[in-house]
């Protein structure tokens, strides 16, 4: 189970902006562009700012963040925008931002930075075994439970936390270790699901 789940009700809400955008002559392409270049402006921000209020713009922008990924994706889809090259920038882009957005936590007081690291490096992969699936024959690879929607989650609440207040310290470094621990869960089963739905085991 995984948030990302959701996203079939998120898109029908979105869908009449997605056509709005459509008509204005907005690509696909730019969108995804927009986002990760949004996210990278954000993650350096915080990592240059003393203010532990300005992760009050995680738990924001990740939730407008997957708007502009909804959104990109029904412009691709239903209006006739997909193309190769959005194939790559929405992979690419996706695991730079999330790492943009990441990083800035690993800086805080008492967060062990090399969890932070850790988390990184196995989302990418994590991200990397799903688009691989396609690769086998198999369809891109959403499962949870720690999927690019759960992470999300995670650290957006992270960013409420230390926005609102709350003292930053070593018990930052549980929740990094349980994200790790979900991630490599979540590489295993995209990968038995993946070999499961081409008839291999």
């Not at 995680?58 to 239903?78: K, Q, S, T, Y």
């Not at 396609?134 to 690019?148: C, I, Q």
């Not at 957006?156 to 549980?174: C, E, I, R, T, Y």
Request: proline share 4%; glycine share 8%; net charge positive.
């Amino acid at each position: 189970m995984s948030i990302y789940s959701l996203k079939p009700r998120f898109q029908t809400l979105l869908r009449p902006c997605a056509a709005a955008l459509a008509r204005s002559r907005v690509t696909a392409n730019q969108v995804t562009v927009a986002a990760s270049l949004i996210s990278i402006a954000i993650g350096t921000l915080l990592s240059v700012g003393a203010e532990h209020r300005l992760f009050l713009l995680v738990p924001a922008w990740l939730f407008l963040r997957m708007a502009f990924n909804a959104i990109d994706g029904m412009l691709a889809r239903e209006f006739g925008q997909k193309s190769a090259l959005g194939a790559y920038l929405n992979e690419l882009t996706d695991v730079v931002s999330d790492a943009a957005l990441y990083l800035p936590f690993a800086l805080l007081p008492g967060s062990d930075p090399w969890l932070v690291c850790a988390v990184i490096l196995l989302s990418v992969v994590s991200e990397m075994t799903g688009a691989v699936a396609v690769m086998t024959g198999a369809s891109r690879r959403y499962d949870g439970p720690m999927g690019k929607s759960d992470r999300a989650f995670v650290f957006g609440l992270m960013g409420l936390l230390v926005g609102a207040g709350v003292a930053p310290g070593s018990w930052f470094n549980w929740v990094w270790a349980g994200v790790v621990l979900l991630i490599v869960v979540t590489i295993v089963n995209r990968v038995r699901n993946g070999l499961a739905e081409i008839g291999q085991h």
